[in-house]
């Protein structure tokens, strides 16, 4: 998914004058005044996809003889990357597992987790849809087992159609968030479609009157006009959809998310174009979050991944 609209690049642009303007590194030189070159690996998470194409998209101004390449593996298949050393940096929209955290200890690579930003899962149905009004995660999750098929099997005036279900693949984090808050590790109805970019399954609900899907929040913002949200009944009774609010102060629960940017220390100790992006992504990771369609962190939550970074690398 391409963010290169007119709104992006005024939002893109402001944040490069503001930056220079505070002297945080965005100038056209890396923070020791030296013009970088090299290549920095980054894979993983569909979701956190977006954010670092376009911080890669606007580093490429900053240091233009640094190549970033931003992989979408899924989250999985970002981790397995990460520990075969085939990458610097591994974004995921969940946790690292604990076999993720073996294999990493085995391959002998240290690394430190920063959150980057919030996002909501959202769940989605065809713009024809005009029946469901709102969910709650029990609901979700006998549709998604396969326990009801039918929208009358969960709402007797709606219809008696067949639902068409759209998921991401079982490398994503986001498929892995959903099997572990709706559907409490059960299997995944089979007859489900699923697919690890995003744009497929968008693709699938909107051919399809009675599809239904889910992913990341800023996917259904850049097709908001072909799709219906899906409201969910929340801890407090209340059918709330996902927006910037309603994510980051919590009411959209519990298909709140963190997400995630994984880094090798030893990138960032002995590249010094892996150091200089890493500090790059994460002085523009709010701004680039906010652009994208997702949330930023607390300004405060940026300032200690720094001060961490500097501490890995030693600065």
């Not at 977006?50 to 900053?62: G, Q, S």
């Not at 899924?74 to 075969?84: A, L, V």
């Amino acid at each position: 998914m391409k963010f290169k609209n007119i709104a992006l690049m005024l939002v893109m642009s402001f944040v490069l004058v503001l930056a220079a303007a505070c002297g945080n590194n965005t100038g056209g030189e890396s923070g020791n005044g030296e013009e970088l070159s090299g290549d920095v690996m980054v894979d993983g998470s569909s979701t956190v996809f977006p954010i670092f194409e376009a911080l890669a998209e606007e580093y490429a101004a900053v240091q233009p003889k640094v190549k970033v390449s931003v992989g979408v593996s899924g989250s999985g298949g970002g981790f397995e990357k990460f520990s075969n050393g085939e990458t610097d940096m591994s974004n995921a929209s969940r946790p690292i597992k604990e076999e993720e955290v073996s294999a990493l200890e085995e391959a002998g690579i240290d690394y430190t987790e920063f959150e980057v930003a919030k996002d909501g899962l959202t769940i989605v149905v065809n713009s024809e849809n005009d029946w469901v009004d709102k969910m709650t995660i029990d609901q979700l999750k006998q549709v998604w087992t396969g326990k009801a098929t039918m929208w009358s099997d969960i709402n007797s005036e709606w219809p008696e159609e067949e639902i068409k279900l759209y998921s991401p693949g079982t490398d994503s984090g986001t498929y892995d968030y959903f099997n572990e808050v709706v559907l409490e590790e059960e299997q995944m109805n089979k007859e489900a479609t699923l697919s690890e970019d995003d744009n497929v399954l968008v693709n699938g609900v909107t051919g399809s009157k009675n599809g239904m899907a889910f992913f990341g929040y800023a996917y259904y913002l850049e097709n908001k006009e072909n799709l219906n949200v899906v409201p969910i009944v929340n801890g407090e009774g209340e059918a709330i959809e996902p927006s910037a609010e309603t994510i980051q102060d919590g009411t959209y629960e519990p298909l709140s998310r963190p997400l995630y940017n994984y880094v090798k220390h030893s990138a960032v100790k002995d590249d010094a174009a892996v150091y200089d992006f890493s500090k790059y992504a994460l002085e523009n990771a709010g701004a680039m979050a906010d652009a994208v369609g997702y949330v930023a962190l607390p300004e405060e939550k940026y300032t200690e991944a720094l001060e961490k970074l500097d501490e890995i690398a030693g600065k």
